[in-house]
């Protein structure tokens, strides 16, 4: 994961070579996802733990992940694979994926 921010309760990861730019993260709650701002833009500390987790789990590219301190479950694999076709063609898998060793939800 690239571009970990560390958090007392959460930690939230960002990968740029992920990202599509849906903008489910930023949208999702502006105050953690500052478009925009230089320098850090993550501020896992601005919202509640289920929250950022809500957001996370909603990114189509798995560009935002996160990793728990608070005791609560981690991201888990699907229980069924799926694949969406979205506007102009490109697939959004929701599966457990292993490429180039890296192991993915998304």
């Not at 694949?83 to 490109?90: A, C, D, Q, W």
């Not at 697939?91 to 994926?97: D, K, N, R, S, T």
Request: overall charge negative; aromatic content about 4%; some cysteine.
């Amino acid at each position: 994961m690239a571009g970990m921010v560390e958090s007392d309760k959460i930690d939230v990861g960002f990968s740029g070579k992920r990202c599509i730019h849906s903008r489910n993260c930023v949208l999702g709650d502006p105050h953690v996802f500052v478009p925009n701002a230089p320098g850090q833009w993550i501020h896992p500390e601005a919202a509640s733990v289920e929250k950022i987790v809500a957001i996370a789990e909603s990114c189509p590219s798995g560009a935002i992940t996160y990793v728990r301190k608070d005791g609560g479950p981690q991201e888990q694999s699907p229980v069924v694979n799926t694949v969406r076709l979205r506007e102009n063609g490109p697939l959004a898998v929701h599966a457990e994926i292993v490429l180039d060793g890296e192991t993915s939800y998304r």
